[in-house]
């Protein structure tokens, strides 16, 4: 007997890559990197009121760890596994969804250890529930526009593991940059978020923040889903 | 399943690969997709397996379960052989195991190693076995008897009619003429950005004479440039004093039947890639690489070959259908290219 729906087949997937991406170690490389940013970030200790502040800089500065584990896993599966993966999961598109979705998956858990970090070793107060929120949607955010940058400059689109790594570090402080000018603010308004946070700003602006965030990912994700069609 | 108007780049600005492919496959159906390396058969194969959209064009009709098996099976991850498996199977919602495949492909002593560590031929062996867990309504193997040992290589073909059989549609790339015992096999060959359905492809054996130690290195050159070549070792029946050439027309095409000088020593004999070069077609007409013969030993004879020469002499099929001839390197050469 054989058959599964097409969102079965796509969450196997998913937790096939995943095992394949813990497997293989690679989950070490931007593990590292997240200990080393928290390490500097929270060497002093943040004084009470800057909370938000610091899970601004935290979510805006972690986006090239997201994007570095996006690609690393995406980059797990060998070319040829990539096309036995489609015939198995029954669409090339369900391989394409399901490589997203255990990115954004090993996203999350880093995320998740980005904010929990400084509530046990961090933060001189612990915040209220309602910082907490606001790092962790500001994590969200960082781990979805990770996700993205990270499968635009995958194996599939990048061959050349040189070129990839260009693509992923300067489309980061290209992001950063022009965060910093008027057109940041339709891009990803990274810099703007961080002045918010600091200005005290942030609850009353976050939609500003996160919509073009949101659409900027999305946009992303979109050409990488098209890009694959002709890149399996 | 058809193809309509078929056309495909891989970029937008990239050279076609394909052009206006138009291709009906039927179930029950088994399919051998043939052409020179390069000529665009894996990405007919990817296309077919649902990896590749077309550019242009369409494919309709493709059967919702679909088993593919590249040419390399990917060893580099980090699971064992059944582990791999039953995630496949996972993927697929096949829940009644592997079945007698392991004990049908050999690799019952296989399941528990790392995929790292296998052989080609033992990586091959689960790139089948994945692609054939699900009864595939449509089989797609590229290559599959690539380094398959004794046993596989006869099991295979009997697997493959066993899907066809269960009006599955097959359809395989291979070069190592490992579908000859198959029955009603329907070749597709791949040439010139276009796909010719259903033509019988003229072939033809090229004799070609090289030092005995030379023998494997220029059959693997051939085999890289996509035609079969075999090294084959000496025969024991005296051959024709001369070499014959006889033509046979069959009903639809003459047949070239080369029967050139004997030997006593190893024959290596090429043939076109199948669905490369067809009848008509300038490729067919190049000149065959041959080795050059050095001068301090003596060249082959075109008469009778002598025992003891060190050239192994190599044979080259002009058509599908031979003519009887005595039995002998050429002659059997002649027969093993037969269409």
Same mark, same amino acid.
């Given at each position: 007997?054989?058959?599964?729906?097409?969102?079965?087949?796509?969450?196997?997937?998913?937790?096939?890559?995943?095992?394949?991406?813990?497997?293989?170690?690679?989950?070490?490389?931007?593990?590292?990197?997240? %200990?080393?940013?928290?390490?500097?970030?929270?060497?002093?200790?943040?004084?009470?009121?800057?909370?938000?502040?610091?899970?601004?800089?935290?979510?805006?500065?972690?986006?090239?760890?997201?994007?570095?584990?996006? +690609?690393?896993?995406?980059?797990?599966?060998?070319?040829?596994?990539?096309?036995?993966?489609?015939?198995?999961?029954?669409?090339?598109?369900?391989?394409?969804?399901?490589?997203?979705?255990?990115?954004?998956?090993?996203?999350?858990?880093?995320?998740?250890?980005?904010?929990?970090?400084?509530?046990?070793?961090?933060?001189?107060?612990?915040?209220?529930?309602?910082?907490?929120?606001?790092?962790?949607?500001?994590?969200?955010?960082?781990?979805?526009?990770?996700?993205?940058?990270?499968?635009?400059?995958?194996?599939?689109?990048?061959?050349?593991?040189?070129?990839?790594?260009?693509?992923?570090?300067?489309?980061?402080?290209?992001?950063?940059?022009?965060?910093?000018?008027?057109?940041?603010?339709?891009?990803?308004?990274?810099?703007?978020?961080?002045?918010?946070?600091?200005?005290?700003?942030?609850?009353?602006?976050?939609?500003?923040?996160?919509?073009?965030?949101?659409?900027?990912?999305?946009?992303?994700?979109?050409?990488?889903?098209?890009?694959?069609?002709?890149?399996? | 399943?058809?193809?309509?108007?078929?056309?495909?780049?891989?970029?937008?600005?990239?050279?076609?690969?394909?052009?206006?492919?138009?291709?009906?496959?039927?179930?029950?159906? %088994?399919?051998?997709?043939?052409?020179?390396?390069?000529?665009?058969?894996?990405?007919?194969?990817?296309?077919?397996?649902?990896?590749?959209?077309?550019?242009?064009?369409?494919?309709?009709?493709?059967?919702?379960?679909?088993?593919?098996?590249? =040419?390399?099976?990917?060893? =580099?991850?980090?699971?064992?052989?059944?582990?791999?498996?039953?995630?496949?199977?996972? *993927?697929?919602?096949?829940?009644?195991?592997?079945?007698?495949?392991? =004990?049908?492909?050999?690799?019952?002593?296989?399941?528990?190693?790392?995929?790292?560590?296998?052989?080609?031929?033992?990586?091959?062996?689960?790139?089948?076995?994945?692609?054939?867990?699900?009864?595939?309504?449509?089989?797609?193997?590229?290559?599959?008897?690539?380094?398959?040992?004794?046993?596989?290589?006869?099991?295979?073909?009997?697997?493959?009619?066993?899907?066809?059989?269960?009006?599955? *549609?097959?359809?395989?790339?291979?070069?190592?003429?490992?579908?000859?015992?198959?029955?009603?096999? +329907?070749?597709?060959?791949?040439?010139?950005?276009?796909?010719?359905?259903?033509?019988?492809?003229?072939?033809? %054996?090229?004799?070609?004479?090289? =030092?005995?130690?030379?023998?494997?290195?220029?059959?693997?050159?051939?085999?890289?440039?996509?035609?079969?070549?075999?090294?084959?070792?000496?025969?024991?029946?005296?051959?024709?004093?001369?070499?014959?050439?006889?033509?046979?027309?069959?009903?639809?095409?003459?047949?070239?039947?080369?029967?050139?000088?004997?030997?006593?020593?190893?024959?290596?004999?090429?043939?076109?890639?199948?669905?490369?070069?067809?009848?008509?077609?300038?490729?067919?007409?190049?000149?065959?690489?041959?080795?050059?013969?050095?001068?301090?030993?003596?060249?082959?004879?075109?008469?009778?070959?002598?025992?003891?020469?060190?050239?192994?002499?190599?044979?080259?099929?002009?058509?599908?259908?031979?003519?009887?001839?005595?039995?002998?390197?050429?002659?059997?050469?002649?027969?093993?290219?037969?269409?």
């Amino acid at each position: 007997m054989s058959g599964r729906s097409a969102a079965g087949a796509a969450i196997f997937l998913a937790g096939f890559k995943l095992a394949a991406y813990a497997r293989s170690h690679r989950l070490f490389q931007p593990l590292i990197g997240l %200990i080393v940013m928290l390490g500097i970030f929270y060497a002093v200790a943040v004084p009470a009121g800057a909370e938000t502040s610091s899970y601004a800089d935290s979510a805006g500065l972690l986006i090239v760890v997201f994007a570095w584990a996006a +690609r690393g896993l995406l980059d797990t599966e060998p070319a040829e596994q990539r096309l036995v993966s489609m015939t198995a999961a029954g669409s090339a598109g369900r391989e394409v969804i399901a490589g997203l979705v255990a990115a954004a998956a090993v996203n999350a858990g880093l995320a998740a250890v980005a904010v929990g970090t400084p509530l046990l070793y961090g933060f001189a107060v612990t915040p209220g529930p309602a910082v907490i929120l606001q790092g962790a949607a500001l994590h969200a955010l960082g781990a979805l526009v990770g996700t993205a940058l990270g499968a635009l400059t995958s194996r599939p689109v990048f061959p050349s593991p040189a070129t990839s790594m260009l693509a992923l570090f300067g489309g980061y402080v290209g992001l950063l940059l022009l965060s910093a000018t008027p057109a940041g603010r339709v891009l990803v308004p990274v810099l703007g978020w961080m002045r918010a946070a600091g200005d005290g700003t942030l609850t009353a602006s976050f939609a500003a923040f996160a919509v073009p965030t949101v659409l900027w990912s999305a946009a992303a994700l979109t050409a990488y889903a098209l890009l694959r069609r002709t890149r399996p | 399943m058809r193809l309509t108007n078929v056309s495909f780049r891989y970029t937008r600005r990239g050279p076609w690969v394909l052009r206006e492919v138009g291709l009906d496959l039927r179930p029950g159906e %088994i399919v051998e997709v043939t052409g020179r390396n390069g000529a665009g058969k894996s990405t007919l194969l990817k296309m077919l397996a649902g990896a590749l959209r077309p550019t242009t064009g369409s494919v309709t009709g493709r059967p919702a379960v679909v088993g593919y098996a590249p =040419e390399t099976f990917p060893v =580099e991850q980090p699971f064992t052989v059944a582990a791999y498996l039953a995630a496949m199977a996972r *993927i697929r919602g096949v829940r009644d195991g592997l079945g007698d495949l392991p =004990e049908r492909l050999g690799m019952t002593a296989l399941l528990g190693q790392p995929l790292r560590d296998l052989s080609k031929g033992s990586a091959h062996k689960v790139g089948l076995a994945q692609a054939l867990l699900p009864r595939p309504g449509l089989l797609i193997l590229d290559e599959p008897f690539a380094g398959l040992d004794t046993h596989t290589m006869a099991e295979l073909p009997v697997i493959i009619a066993e899907v066809a059989a269960a009006s599955g *549609i097959v359809v395989v790339s291979d070069h190592q003429g490992g579908l000859r015992g198959v029955p009603s096999v +329907r070749p597709v060959s791949v040439a010139g950005h276009a796909v010719a359905a259903g033509r019988h492809v003229s072939t033809s %054996i090229v004799e070609v004479l090289v =030092e005995s130690t030379r023998a494997q290195e220029v059959a693997a050159k051939l085999r890289a440039e996509g035609y079969e070549a075999r090294v084959r070792g000496g025969t024991t029946e005296p051959p024709p004093d001369e070499p014959t050439l006889t033509t046979e027309p069959p009903p639809d095409e003459p047949t070239l039947t080369t029967e050139p000088a004997a030997t006593t020593e190893p024959t290596l004999t090429i043939e076109p890639p199948r669905g490369g070069p067809t009848r008509g077609e300038p490729p067919l007409d190049e000149p065959v690489p041959t080795e050059p013969k050095p001068p301090s030993q003596d060249p082959p004879s075109t008469a009778a070959g002598r025992p003891g020469d060190s050239y192994p002499t190599a044979a080259l099929p002009q058509a599908a259908r031979p003519a009887p001839g005595p039995s002998g390197s050429v002659a059997d050469a002649v027969r093993e290219g037969e269409r």
